[in-house]
């Protein structure tokens, strides 16, 4: 940055010396040559777009967000199944309508088809929690990749996460070129898993 940022200051001041220009225009002239040193060193990502814009999330993330919330969904239903069964015996019990051998009996067998059910819930959470944590490593793999290939050339010196930043430049802004290389990417891995 130095290297650049002293010659780009050195020429404006001989511009200014020689009269050549205005003060105005080199003054115009040594902040837009400020801007191109900033733009070029540092640049920022919207993670969190990329993730949601991307092909990634929209074939497979969407998908594997809606198996999660129906799991969920399934669960909770079969929760208050489990709990009306148990109140229905309550009420019988309390009501006199079965004796205390057959409430009993019932009872256990609401506590087994209890037992049952949190573990087989438990395993499906279980895989659903493995399904999620691959996609994200998938995702997270998928946006490292395209960060280290847009910045082969080392062009930039420093790429933040824009959920940092509190105010920045729009022309550091290279999410729409991150987000095209993720898609690419991510093409590219389908066309090698389709061989």
Not at 7 to 35: D, I, M, R, S, W
Not at 89 to 107: C, M, N, V
Not at 147 to 166: C, D, P, R
Request: proline content about 1%; glycine content about 2%.
């Amino acid at each position: 940055m130095k290297k650049t940022l002293f010659p780009a200051l050195a020429a404006a001041l001989v511009l200014a010396a020689c009269g050549t220009k205005t003060t105005g225009q080199a003054e115009v002239a040594a902040e837009a040559a400020a801007q191109q040193v900033v733009s070029s060193d540092i640049a920022y990502v919207q993670v969190e777009a990329v993730l949601a814009q991307c092909d990634l999330y929209k074939n497979e993330g969407v998908a594997l967000q809606e198996k999660t919330e129906k799991a969920q969904k399934s669960w909770a239903q079969r929760e208050q199944n489990l709990q009306a069964e148990a109140a229905q015996l309550q009420q019988k019990y309390e009501k006199g309508l079965i004796t205390s051998r057959d409430a009993q009996a019932q009872q256990e067998s609401i506590q087994k088809k209890v037992a049952s059910y949190q573990s087989n819930a438990q395993k499906e959470a279980q895989t659903l929690d493995e399904e999620n944590y691959v996609f994200t490593n998938r995702a997270q793999d998928l946006l490292h990749r395209a960060v280290q290939e847009i910045n082969s050339g080392k062009k930039y010196k420093l790429i933040l996460n824009a959920s940092a930043l509190i105010d920045a430049d729009t022309t550091l802004n290279i999410t729409p070129a991150v987000l095209a290389k993720v898609n690419e990417l991510y093409a590219a891995d389908k066309k090698a898993e389709k061989k």
